[in-house]
Every structure is written in C-alpha cells, then in structure tokens.
C-alpha cells in the first residue's frame, strides 16, 4: 500500500469521544479539583478522559509544562531552558495522587534535555513516594528517552513501575518529520530494549500515531522491530493536529484498517494491542489488561 497524499479537511463520522459522565467520574472530577491536581487528560482534551476517569485512572505531567523538544505533532510549550523544576514536587505530587482514590495513575514528562539526567530522578521520587503511601496502586511511567543515557533509564526502572513505556510515535521514515531532530527511531528502540533488559520480568509499552502517511509495510516493519526489543503493550491512534501550526493529517484511517491492524500486530506476539482512532498512549482498555496481568502474576500458580 502506498502512502496516501491527499490532506483531509473534515473530520469522519467515526472519530466521535463519547461524553464523560457517571458518579466515578463525577467523584474523581470533584477530589482533583479539591487537590489541585491538574492531568494531562484535561489539558490535551483527550477523548477518553471519561472513561478513564470513570474507571479510576489519570494521567498526570511531572517536570513542568515547557518541553525542550519541539515535535511538530505535539501542542506542549517549548524552550531551551525551562523553569528550573521544583524539587518538593515529586513528594507533593505522590502526596495528591495518593489522596486521589485512584486505581492506576500514568506518570508523564516533558523532555528535560536541560538536565543532567533528563528528569529521571524526579520522576523516580514520585513513583517511590506514591508506593510507599499506596502499595495497591500500579504506575506506569510514561517517559521521554532521555538521550537514550541508560544512567537514567536505570534509576526510573529500578523505582520499579508497573510499566515502563516510551513512545516511538511513528514509523522510521516519517521520524525525522515528525519528531524533534533530537529524537530518534533507533535511540527510542534501544531505550525500550534497555529497560527490558534491566528488567525482564517488567512490561514495556509503546504507542504509534496512525495517519501522518505510513504504509501498511512501514508500520509491519515497526512491529517486528518492537517485538525485537521485548515490548509487549502496543496502542494504535489517529493523530490530530492541534492546530494549523502543526503537521496536517495525511489520512483518517477507517475502523476496518485499524482492525485489520490490530490483527496484523497481535500476530507479532504483542501480548496486548488496542488499536482505534481514539486509542491514546494512555488508555483504559490496556490499563485493564495490564491490571490483570500483573494479578495473575501475584496470584498463586499465576503465569
């Protein structure tokens, strides 16, 4: 299949976000508020928020809101040199997120090229603070690559999340066009085959926007090479642009290719695949399985 050309201007019929709603959401909504505790599910205006919230996961950013990478697909604020982050945060932010009645909680960052290690430890901190408060709760951690540095992968993997996940975003090709010039297709694979290196028994994830002009072969190559380095959790989205000043959507992807994709990954040997157009990095349905998973795997005689 070739990559298409053609820019679509209206969105299709099948790319609709149900509305939040329900007592969980409305419950979790309200003890946010009273905590301040901002998520990226309200700032991105993820579509999914109600579901998730309504299911007892949120997804918070550590390290400020000013990345220093500035990837043409994403709406964050860049600069050089952000704010200086603030060390109280991680204790502060373990302290909120424990007192938010949640069930499992995505840890985001911004890059933090300005720093030493990236903003490993402070991401590290926050997980170790949230499971000494809250054993129970499971915490992925959704980080950048860290100039692929394995000092810092390390300290994050050794703060022992429920998962470690990095997104690649897109396929080889479109990289260099999509990502920061100081992201990299390989750098993000040897980050993934580091962390599971460092520990095998951990699950990792990854997440592909579908959309910006991948071929069908691009995106089988792009299995196989996340297979090569051990990731088990796979999502598939639609990429909408945030604004005009971002890159154009090159093609809405019918319900039927992203089945048919799906399909094409498990065979792959992925152990989890959601795959639709509004599949987020950070979504419910996954969360779920990774939440069985990891019980299976505590309880006696589980695999």
């Known amino acids: 299949m070739s990559a298409p050309t053609r820019t679509p201007r209206r969105l299709p019929t099948w790319i609709r976000g149900r509305l939040p709603g329900g007592p969980e959401y409305s419950a ?9 505790l901002a998520t990226v599910c309200e700032e991105a205006r993820c579509p999914n928020l109600g ?15 000013i990345c220093t990478r500035g990837c043409r697909f994403c709406a964050v604020r860049t600069m050089k040199t952000p704010p200086a982050p603030d060390p109280d945060e991680p204790e502060h932010m373990a302290q909120l997120i ?9 840890l985001t960052m911004v890059d933090r090229d300005d720093l030493p290690d990236g903003g490993a430890d402070h991401v590290a901190r926050t997980i170790e603070g949230l499971q000494r408060r809250v054993p129970e709760l499971l915490v992925e951690a959704l980080v950048g690559d ?17 998962v470690f996940a990095h997104n690649v975003e897109t396929v080889e090709r479109l990289t260099p066009t999509v990502r920061d010039p100081r992201c990299g297709y390989r750098q993000s694979l040897d980050v993934l085959a580091q962390a599971k290196r460092m520990r095998p028994e951990g699950l990792t994830k990854t997440s592909l926007m579908l959309g910006l002009g991948e071929t069908d072969a691009e995106l089988e190559q792009t299995f196989l090479h996340l297979r090569e380095v051990g990731v088990e959790v796979l999502t598939l989205g639609q990429y909408l642009r945030p604004s005009a000043k971002h890159l154009e959507v090159v093609e809405f992807v019918h319900p039927d290719r ?25 979504y419910r349905a996954a969360e779920l399985f990774v939440e069985r998973r990891l019980r299976d795997t505590a309880s006696p005689g589980g695999s």
């Not at 003890?31 to 301040?36: A, K, P, T, V």
């Not at 579901?51 to 809101?65: F, K, P, Q, R």
């Not at 424990?98 to 995505?106: F, I």
């Open 28 to 36: 979790l909504k309200t003890r946010l508020r009273e905590l301040g």
């Open 98 to 106: 424990s007192e938010a009645g949640l069930r499992y909680v995505v």
């Open 258 to 282: 992203f089945a048919d994709l799906e399909q094409r990954a498990r065979s792959h040997g992925f152990s989890y695949v959601a795959s639709g157009a509004m599949v987020r990095s950070s």
């Open 146 to 162: 860290f100039q692929g540095q394995p000092g810092p992968i390390q300290r994050v993997i050794d703060s022992a999340p429920a």
């Open 51 to 65: 579901e998730c919230w309504s299911g007892g996961t949120a997804t918070v950013m550590l390290l400020g809101e």
